[in-house]
């Protein structure tokens, strides 16, 4: 891969990535900060984002290390304005945010967990793969 690709992230990704440290997903917050791909975020996802990492119970770490994480993804993303929106198109409206994200940021890559739930995303250039998948193309393999 030699363009940096650009991503949105959908929230599984980022809870995944929060509660274990051996999966894909951890390896993708981890590299965030490298610049090795760039991340695309609007404010609607950013919050999204806080409203479900801060439920209760759900991962296992203080709210300041949350805090500190949904920090770092805010300072390293690029902020994506949104010219326009492509609702509906999904069955969950929270998928929306995601897939809006990616469309208005031309984003190469969708990266979630749920690929059946971005069905949709192919009528919009956007290649829908899992962590594992964007991490392979990351270190140079073939989907």
């Not at 940021?105 to 899992?130: I, K």
């Amino acid at each position: 891969m030699k363009a940096c690709p650009q991503i949105v992230l959908d929230t599984n990704v980022l809870v995944a990535g929060l509660r274990s440290r051996n999966g894909a997903s951890f390896e993708l917050l981890r590299r965030l900060p490298t610049g090795q791909y760039r991340l695309h975020l609007t404010v609607p996802l950013a919050m999204e984002y806080e409203d479900v990492l801060h439920r209760s119970g759900l991962l296992p770490l203080p709210v300041d290390a949350i805090d500190a994480v949904l920090d770092m993804v805010c300072a390293v993303a690029v902020q994506q304005s949104v010219h326009f929106l492509w609702r509906p198109q999904l069955r969950d409206p929270r998928d929306e945010l995601v897939l809006e994200a990616a469309v208005n940021a031309s984003a190469d890559y969708l990266v979630t967990h749920n690929l059946r739930d971005f069905a949709a995303a192919g009528g919009f250039a956007v290649q829908v793969v899992t962590p594992g998948q964007f991490l392979k193309l990351l270190d140079g393999g073939a989907l």
